[in-house]
Nanobody
Framework: VQLQASGGGLVQAGGSLRLSCAASGRIFSPYYMGWFRQAPGKEREFVAA????????YVADSAKGRFPISRDNAKATVYLQMNNLKPEDTAVYYC?????????????????WGQGTQVTVSS
């Protein structure tokens, strides 16, 4: 299975972007799909996660109220709608799949990763 992230770009503070993560390949039913981000010189950090059923979602405190996560199983795609963007949101954003389902916030829990998409927010 492969994950393809897209939708990044350059936006002014207060603007919006929608990231997409499309899964392709063999039959794919992860427990969680997650979004992470990594800014230069920093560790990769959790942003949001959603169960493949779409029933349960989790969002990091830094993104709560701004970055809703959703999925379209018919398209095998997960979305991260990023609203009211701030310069501190600048990072490479990665989508990933967790087929274990124990610790949705942990980078090490996820075993399939997309290639990353750059998000740059100017002040």
């Amino acid at each position: 299975v492969q994950l393809q992230a897209s939708g990044g770009g350059l936006v002014q503070a207060g603007g919006s972007l929608r990231l997409s993560c499309a899964a392709s390949g063999r039959i794919f039913s992860p427990y969680y799909m997650g979004w992470f981000r990594q800014a230069p010189g920093k560790e990769r950090e959790f942003v949001a996660a959603i169960t493949w059923s779409g029933v349960i979602t989790y969002v990091a405190d830094s993104a709560k109220g701004r970055f809703p996560i959703s999925r379209d199983n018919a398209k095998a795609t997960v979305y991260l709608q990023m609203n009211n963007l701030k310069p501190e949101d600048t990072a490479v954003y990665y989508c990933a799949a967790d087929r274990v389902g124990l610790r949705y916030r942990d980078v090490g829990e996820y075993d399939v990763w997309g290639q990353g998409t750059q998000v740059t927010v100017s002040s």
